[in-house]
């Protein structure tokens, strides 16, 4: 473990504290897996405990069954360019990244079944950056719980942060071996074996750490033209989630 001033120095130098550009960001990886004394203790044990849940053999996955599934047709094509992904709220270091700085950080992948409450399941393959190295950059602070998931559809979530920091919780980025489609969630989605499909965020914008339910300013405010689209089509208060605000429960595990 290293001093909080030091890691406050070694991120600075890597170009961590306002998003990262170019070659600064090679330093990233370096970085995970670095506590600092502001860091969530309750995080740090969770992140000790965790164990997988078994995965299948590659040659399991069943790309016909993964049926594309969302609230509306509307398939956001982000420009992966200069798309950013924002991690924000009650963090030591909030971060703006880039697909190049995600593609830097360590690949995850891993076969797991897609369950969707509306009566289908698909074995996948998911890679991309695991949801508890991001925690581990970002570093939440010690009253942190639970999240808040912006997708550029308009679909939100909130997520425990136990969930979050499960070894197979991951922002995917390939799905069975290729980038992911456009219609699966393109170029950053949720993917994990112990959360039903509707938690499972597609086109992934933005995630807001927070100590309690209360939905954090961008959802709230709704100036994304997205999200004011669809609660006004649904008719939603947005409190904890899309479907959650429709009845369907919240923690949602499998
Ligand atoms: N942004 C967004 N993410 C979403 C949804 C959605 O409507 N919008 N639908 C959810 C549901 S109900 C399921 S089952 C999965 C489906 O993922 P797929 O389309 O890749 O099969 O996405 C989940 N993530
Ligand atoms: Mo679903």
Known sequence: ????????????????????????SADLGNLVGMA?????????????????????A????????????????????????TFRLTLDGDVVKPLNLSMEDLYKLSKKSMVIRHVCVEGWAAIVQWAG??????????????????????????????????????????LAYEMNGNPIPIPNGAPLRLASPIKLGYKLSKWVTRITFTSSLVPPVWLRDRSDRALLIATARYGLNPVKGFWEDQGYEWFAGV
Request: net charge negative; aromatic share 10%.
């Open 129 to 170: 950056v695991s949801l508890r190295d991001l925690v581990q950059l970002a570093q939440p602070a010690n009253n942190v719980k639970y999240v808040y998931i912006q997708s550029a559809d308009g679909y939100y979530e909130s997520w425990d942060i136990a969930s979050l920091v499960h070894p197979q919780t991951l």
């Open 36 to 56: 600092t004394e502001g860091f969530n203790q309750s995080i740090e044990a969770l992140l000790l405990k965790q164990s997988p849940v078994p995965e299948f």
């Open 58 to 81: 590659l040659d399991r996955i069943q790309p016909a069954e993964l049926i594309v599934n969302g609230f509306s047709n509307y398939a956001p094509a982000i420009d992966p360019s």
């Open 1 to 24: 473990m290293i001093a909080r001033r030091d890691f406050l120095r070694l991120a600075g130098g890597a170009g961590l504290s306002l998003g990262l550009t170019g070659c600064a």
